[in-house]
């Protein structure tokens, strides 16, 4: 595969015409090229976004957009490796949602996915979800059968909804809460893998000035086996014990590969053909960069370009310039690329994303596309000769860049937490021999019946309510200020469970944007970081292998909000605690227990007459309802 990539970038092998859009990636629309602002004026008029959520208002626009979703099968080839996909709207990645900062957004989400049925959500990552809580579209983390567990017990919880169940409709209405780049993405099972993602953006207040937007940049993993073989057997034991490898990645939904290696009768064309981005000569082109994979630790670069790092997830930082930008999965950045002049023009060059072979597991992790700076050019398929930037993938330790490099536009003060919680990981195997992972020794495992927001609305928030410890779920009480410290380490290196190494996890939080105080290796020492009067704040970042991460937040938004690694196997594993935030305002929301009836009374209909296979940690129940 090696030789393949580099005859592939020496010009040697077609990079385009294999196959056309319709075969690749669907009714795909291009991304590129967004306005400023949608409508004929800025709605925001001088407010200026802080990216401080915390203490800066959304500002209201009393305007609604509205979307329709149909998520069914699909057979794509988007390496030209033809497999069986779940995708939105017949194409992958999925249609762009767009807003200006403040409006609403109804997006109404059909099921239609057949042969088999199955259910499906849609988690706007990200997105606060302040006074919408059921919206937050979780069904459940994820976690191994329960003929695979020890201890079982046959009751768990869901977190935010009920599945959507097949052959029905669900309207999520959320708020655009920041300004930037996001994504949706499943968060059924590791369906996520299936195709079920697509990007947003929301635009607003400029924190440093660009020129042109030219749009998402989603990077992705790629994997050829569907989602529910891959988890099956991530989760397995002994010999039906299966890695999850990538074998490609993708820049938005496309990519090469090698169909020399394919002996399965698998239609595949080897030129299926790469992304194409073109660019405005002498000007700052804005690229929003966007890891929606299922696992890998993600290295960007443009070749012979050097970029401008503006924005980590929804939040402007102090912009610094760099060759390379790393992003684990949930992770965005924006950057600008200043565009190149004269007969530097003529030329095409190399956008790269390689995965990480040290963090992550690909057998081949590179991912391509083609710079342009004329439509003509494009048009044309002019192959770029460009050399790849040089860095060094060890000084990231498989974690972030460091965080002295990294502070937020706007400061925010590092106030002393009222609670601070310490998290031990571990992962290990079982008594059964199958991969799960402890938190403080508890893991998480979700029942798609009973939503954990359900159980709290029906229990009027009382401090009384209990909740099985397969819940995982962590109130926070009284607290004004909640502090977390992940730490990543083996503390019993002679228990024979436990795996000989860690591994990096990108840390998503629900709800909220936190501020991150220190992550590096080791435990952490019970200091901030020095230079953090201005943390870093953002919703994802990496805990990185043997080491320790320490994030914390304001109890400003009730809710209960999933806090877990986005590496799609892990959550599998178990790797979910719940932030039970508020409970007793959480109760008088409005609507709470309207909306969430509307999935939990189809979904329980659904599944009393049939059986859904459980593969994982809760995106999927593995019992026969009675």
């Keep these: 595969m090696a030789s393949f990539i580099g005859k592939l970038v020496a010009g040697a092998l077609p990079l385009f015409g294999g196959l056309n859009l319709e075969s ?3 009714a795909l629309e291009s991304y590129q090229g967004r306005p400023d602002f949608l409508g004929s004026s800025a709605p925001w008029g001088s407010i200026k976004y802080d990216g401080d959520t915390v203490n800066q208002a959304t500002p209201e626009t009393g305007v609604t957009r509205y979307y329709d979703f149909n998520i069914a099968r699909a057979k794509l080839s988007p390496d030209g490796y033809q497999r069986d996909m779940i995708v939105v709207n017949g194409q992958y990645p999925g249609p762009l949602i767009e807003a200006n900062w403040g409006d609403w957004i109804e997006v109404t989400v059909t099921n239609n996915i057949t042969s088999p049925e199955e259910g499906t959500t849609i988690h706007w990552h990200a997105l606060l979800q302040k006074d919408t809580p059921y919206y937050d579209g979780v069904p459940g983390g994820q976690f191994p059968p329960f003929s695979l567990r020890t201890n079982f017990q046959a009751d768990g919880t869901a977190v935010s909804q009920c599945p959507i169940a097949p052959g029905e409709s669900f309207t999520y209405r959320f708020r655009a809460d920041h300004v930037g780049t996001t994504f949706y993405h499943s968060h059924y099972s590791a369906q996520v893998n299936a195709g079920v993602s697509g990007p947003i953006v929301f635009h607003g207040p400029k924190s440093t000035n660009y020129d042109y937007d030219v749009g998402p940049v989603l990077i992705s993993d790629w994997f050829h086996r569907e989602y ?14 299966i890695p999850a490898n990538s074998v490609n990645n993708l820049i938005n939904g496309k ?6 290696t394919v002996t399965d009768g698998t239609p595949c064309v080897s030129n299926a053909g790469v992304s194409k981005f073109v660019l405005q000569p002498g000007k700052d082109n804005l690229l929003r960069i966007i890891n929606g994979g299922s696992a890998g630790l993600q290295y960007f670069s443009v070749d012979d370009h050097e970029m401008t790092v503006v924005a980590m997830d929804f939040v402007p930082i102090k912009p610094y310039t760099t060759n390379v930008v790393t992003l684990g999965v949930g992770q965005r950045t924006d950057v600008i690329v200043h565009g190149k002049t004269g007969n530097l023009t003529n030329q095409a060059y190399w956008i790269r994303s390689n995965i990480s072979t040290t963090c992550a597991l690909p057998e081949q992790p590179y991912g391509l596309a083609a710079l342009y700076y004329s439509e003509a050019d494009s048009d044309a398929n002019k192959v770029p000769t460009s050399q790849p930037q040089d860095y060094d993938e060890a000084r990231f330790a498989c974690g972030n860049e460091p965080l002295t490099l990294t502070q937020s536009f706007t400061p925010m003060p590092v106030k002393e937490p009222d609670t601070t919680v310490t998290i031990n990981v571990l992962d290990i195997l079982n008594a059964t021999g199958h991969d799960e992972y402890l938190l403080n020794n508890r893991t998480f495992h979700a029942n798609y019946n009973l939503p954990v927001l359900k159980a709290v609305v029906d229990g009027d928030g009382s401090n009384s ?20 410290v992940w730490e990543n380490q083996k503390f019993d290196p002679a228990d024979p469970n436990l795996y000989a190494l860690t591994f990096a996890h990108p840390m998503h939080l629900h709800g909220h944007d936190y501020q991150v105080l220190s992550a590096g290796p080791g435990a952490w020492d019970g200091e901030v970081d020095a230079g953090l009067a201005n943390a870093l704040r953002r919703d994802t970042h990496i805990l990185p292998p043997n080491g320790h991460l320490v994030v914390q937040f304001e109890t400003d938004n009730p809710g209960v909000w999933p806090f877990h690694c986005h590496v799609a196997w892990h959550v599998s594993a178990g790797f979910n605690v719940n932030i039970l935030e508020r409970a007793q305002d959480l109760v008088n929301i409005p609507h709470t227990a309207e909306v969430m009836n509307q999935t939990c009374t189809a979904w329980d209909a659904w599944s009393a007459e049939n059986v859904v296979d459980q593969i994982d940690s809760g995106l999927r129940m593995a019992m026969e309802r009675s």
Excluded: H, Q, Y
């Design 255 to 260: 990519m090469n590969f090698d169909c020399s």
């Design 228 to 241: 529910f073989e891959i988890v099956k057997g991530v989760m397995g034991s002994g010999a039906g014990r």
């Design 24 to 26: 690749t990636n669907g």
């Design 465 to 484: 309510t209990t909740f099985d410890p397969l819940w995982n779920v962590l109130p926070t009480g009284n607290s004004k200020v909640f502090r977390i």
